[in-house]
């Protein structure tokens, strides 16, 4: 795989949900651009695993067990990769479920706060946590793991999760804009289906994943790596204009 320029060399990015898919795919990526690596998730394995393959590629990172929907956790796990890198350069908050597929009048107040725990306040948390300390270094960039399926409500299945990605986008745009004069970026990522754990995770059937890729007009899931890579280039220095958007990443459409 080709590399890119040096923008990476001696930076430092925390990523949630490290120990699976996206989250991992990244660290692993981040990790053969130069940069050192704090790998977050509520799942010490999957999270120890992940670190074991960065350092196999020849990387630097370490594992912070983390529950994004405490905000301790997160302050803890920005707190100790400052101790360790002595700065944090970038953000992936990639942690997110959509837990439970199910109909609307079957969402119950229980799976309605965990899926906006996780997704929402794990999102708010790791921004809220982070920005003191890009600001002070006068400036860092969030990239925030939303999904395609904002677009169209998750009628049927996931009217929850739809939802709480749809305050993920807004929560990027106003930081975005609150803070792009004082050298932060923020950006999300809308993925349509990745082949990654969500899909068991969530409950999603075979029947339902089969209509998902038959919407897609390349006729297949990303890959994480394919997520991962744009998240990379978002946080690069090639990308210094961007800020506040979300980027589809669809093979065509599905969801538009
Ligand atoms: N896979 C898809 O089809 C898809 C599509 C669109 C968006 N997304 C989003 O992409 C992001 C990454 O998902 P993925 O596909 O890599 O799934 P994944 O299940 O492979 O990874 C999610 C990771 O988050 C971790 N996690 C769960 N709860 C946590 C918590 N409370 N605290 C810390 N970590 C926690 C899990 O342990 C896991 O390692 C999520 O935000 C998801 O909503 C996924």
Not at 50 to 64: I, L, P, Y
Not at 89 to 94: I, M, P, T, V
Not at 200 to 216: D, F, H, K, Y
């Amino acid at each position: 795989m080709a590399r890119t320029p040096d923008y990476f060399e001696g930076k430092t990015i925390a990523i949630t949900g490290a120990g699976s898919g996206i989250g991992r795919s990244a660290a692993v990526i981040f990790a053969r651009e130069g940069a050192r690596v704090i790998c977050a998730d509520i799942n010490e394995d999957g999270g120890r695993k992940t670190v074991e393959m960065v350092k196999e590629a020849g990387g630097d990172a370490f594992f912070v067990g983390t529950d994004v929907t405490e905000r301790e956790a997160v302050r803890a796990m920005v707190r100790k990769g400052i101790e360790r890198f002595g700065r944090i350069d970038f953000l992936l908050n990639s942690a997110g479920s959509a837990l439970k597929r199910c109909g609307f009048l079957e969402i119950d107040d229980a799976l309605w706060d965990l899926t906006y725990d996780l997704n929402v306040k794990g999102t708010f948390y790791g921004m809220q946590e982070i920005l003191p300390h890009m600001l002070e270094n006068d400036g860092g960039v969030i990239v925030n793991i939303a999904s395609m399926s904002h677009k169209r409500g998750g009628p049927g299945t996931s009217v929850h999760y739809a939802s709480a990605k749809g305050s993920v986008l807004t929560m990027t745009l106003g930081v975005a804009r609150e803070f792009a004069d004082r050298g932060i970026r923020c950006l999300s990522i809308s993925p349509a289906s990745v082949n990654t754990a969500f899909q068991e995770a969530s409950g999603t059937s075979s029947e339902m994943a089969a209509r998902l890729v038959e919407r897609i007009p390349m006729k297949r899931n990303a890959e994480p790596d394919e997520i991962a890579e744009l998240a990379l280039f978002m946080c690069s220095d090639a990308c210094q204009f961007m800020t506040a958007d979300t980027v589809y990443v669809s093979g065509g459409g599905g969801f538009r």
